[in-house]
């Protein structure tokens, strides 16, 4: 099976710009989960969707949104972008029994720059 | 939510010895407990995990021992190589979810 993919891979945006990552899970996982990286803050979850729906949601600003659509491709969006949202932003899939703690793998990232 | 607290933060070991990384969690209830290696520039990638059911697993040069009482898990990587240096991570998802808690990181710096 095709690995999880992320589109774009870089992305340079500037302060106050709104920006839209995408996610591909393997295919038949429905489980997709978004992760943020940075140096200082090592993993940090952002959000996981299982079957269209937010089943659970991190510690992160409103500005820090998602979806996920019937095919289980996900979107983050992420809105008014200030300098410290610079991250590589990492999504997971996972198997499509829908349960918890289930093996994640993860997609290359997409490495946000914003100016 | 889950804590989890990783340790040593760097770790520098001559090629041949052999490399120890530990992890402990907070929630009791924790089942399943996955350790990746990330190399520079690239995704995190699975290397082995361990679910409560066992003790410890093992995968050639590598192997993972879990203490459920002590509430934490060990990654060992035996005969080390230099393509073993990345960073390490260990997580621990809670049971009411299937977000990842992870542990800061262990830099592993093998010297040739």
């Known amino acids: 099976k095709a690995g999880v993919t992320q589109t774009p891979r870089y992305l340079i945006k500037t302060r106050g710009q709104q920006v839209t990552l995408s996610c591909s899970p393997i295919?038949?996982?429905?489980?997709v989960s978004w992760y943020q990286q940075t140096p200082g803050q090592g993993l940090q979850f952002l959000f996981e969707?299982?079957?269209?729906?937010?089943?659970n949601k991190g510690n992160f600003p409103g500005r820090f949104s998602g979806r996920q659509f019937s095919n289980s491709r996900s979107e983050m969006n992420v809105s008014t972008l200030e300098l410290g949202d610079s991250a590589l932003y990492l999504c997971?899939?996972?198997?499509?029994?829908?349960?918890?703690?289930?093996?994640?793998?993860f997609g290359p990232g997409t490495r946000l720059l914003v100016l | 939510g889950e804590n989890v607290e990783q340790h040593p933060s760097t770790l520098s070991v001559q090629e041949g010895d052999s490399a120890v990384i530990k992890c402990t969690y907070s929630?009791?209830?924790?089942?399943?407990f996955p350790w990746y290696k990330q190399e520079l520039g690239k995704r995190p990638q699975l290397i082995i995990d361990?679910?409560?059911?066992?003790g410890e697993k093992k995968d050639q040069r590598i192997a993972v021992t879990l203490n459920k009482t002590a509430k934490h898990f060990s990654l060992h990587i035996t005969e080390t190589q230099p393509e073993d240096s990345a960073v390490y991570f260990c997580?621990?998802?809670?049971?009411?979810?299937?977000?990842?808690?992870f542990g800061t990181g262990t830099s592993l710096t093998v010297i040739p």
């Open positions: 295919s038949g996982h429905r489980s």
């Open positions: 929630d009791s209830a924790s089942n399943y």
């Open positions: 997971a899939s996972s198997s499509d029994r829908g349960l918890f703690q289930e093996t994640q793998y």
């Open positions: 969707y299982f079957s269209e729906t937010q089943r």
């Open positions: 361990i679910r409560s059911n066992v």
């Open positions: 997580a621990a998802p809670p049971t009411t979810g299937n977000q990842f808690y």
